[in-house]
């Protein structure tokens, strides 16, 4: 039998404070198997590449040359990438466990599937709750009127997967969070590049959700397990906003107006009744959804503010 050999891809934007620690997990999570790394940098302005050459001499360094979103950091690290088994994606705030990307692989052999990730904690060992259903329009009424997490414990009502015991046996998920994803090289060529239209969010969703539509699943391996240091932090009020028009952007492209028009208004409850509470990234996001422009305008790194 052929040995394993993976393409590894991190995408870096001023990492260079969060990276050193991943390119020290590397060798104990892909113990055992060949692989190659591969750095796409975003037009880093601290030490980012310095610290990729002094940690791994052999790395290739791909840089776009500007602040061109994480899908398009992929896509350029993938140009270059040779055939081989997988591709594991990575941000460079996780930290792989001994054994992990093995243990993922196993899991990519599983007939199906297309995409491996592993079980996520934060940098205090709680769970990560990176399992995700495919958006609906009841999925966000529910949120919006129950919060995503309570939402979450009923199927058609969340989207996000809040039981626990769904993290403890291998199962499938209709997305995940990107943070961590092992790719068949099956899949890779099957579904093409990432949709680059996603400056950041939503752009791992519409990639699992395409790969789902070609026949290929993606699949948790709970005992592969990775910390993710920033997991569970706050997101920007910048951030969020662009994290809520784009998920309002992918439901539009696979689904009918009137459906639009229902997620749109349900998205619009949730963050409008937030605000009224006094919550600033929720008043800005709800400003956003009511602007016709920024729900058409492809984001970039220029007009996030």
């Known amino acids: 039998m ?6 590894v ?47 791994v001499p052999s790395a290739r360094i791909v840089q776009t040359g500007y602040n061109a979103g994480y899908a398009a950091a992929i896509n350029a690290a993938l140009a270059g990438i040779d055939p081989c088994t997988a591709v594991l994606i ?23 599937t297309g995409l491996v990730v592993p079980r996520l904690t934060g940098e205090s060992g709680t769970l990560t709750h990176s399992l995700r259903r495919e958006p609906a329009v009841l999925r966000a009424w529910g949120e919006a ?8 414990r009923w199927p058609a009502l969340g989207e ?16 995940a969070t990107g943070a961590a994803l092992l790719v068949s090289w099956e899949c890779v060529r099957a579904c093409g590049p990432w949709d680059e239209s996603f400056f950041l969010y939503s752009e791992e969703t519409e990639y699992a959700l395409r790969a789902r539509d070609l026949g290929y699943l993606t699949r948790l391996a709970p005992e592969a397990s ?9 997101v920007s009020p910048r951030l969020w906003t662009l994290l809520t028009l784009n998920k309002v952007r992918l439901f539009r492209r696979r689904h009918s107006l009137p459906a639009t028009a229902l997620f749109w208004t349900a998205t619009l409850l949730r963050e409008g009744s937030r ?18 422009a920024r729900l058409r305008t492809r984001p970039t790194a220029e007009n996030l503010a």
Request: glycine fraction near 8%; aromatic fraction near 4%; charged fraction near 20%.
């Open 160 to 175: 996000l997967v809040t039981d626990g015991s769904a993290y403890a046996t291998t199962t499938t998920a209709d997305w």
């Open 275 to 292: 605000a009224l509470l006094g919550h600033t990234r929720s008043r800005r996001a709800a400003a956003a959804l009511l602007s016709p």
């Open 90 to 112: 990575l941000n460079p705030d996780i930290r792989l466990a001994e054994g992990c990307v093995a243990t993922m692989l196993r899991e990519l052999d599983t007939p199906g």
């Open 226 to 234: 990775a910390v993710h240091l920033e997991g569970d932090s706050e």
């Open 9 to 55: 891809i991190v995408v870096t934007w001023n990492s260079a404070e969060v990276l050193p620690g991943l390119l020290d997990s590397l060798e104990r999570g892909l113990l055992g198997i060949s692989w190659e790394l591969t750095v796409a940098d975003n037009a880093s302005a601290d030490m980012t590449l310095d610290v990729v050459r002094s940690a």
């Open 2 to 7: 052929k040995a394993a050999t993976v393409a």
């Open 145 to 152: 009127l129950l919060g995503n997490r309570r939402a979450g």
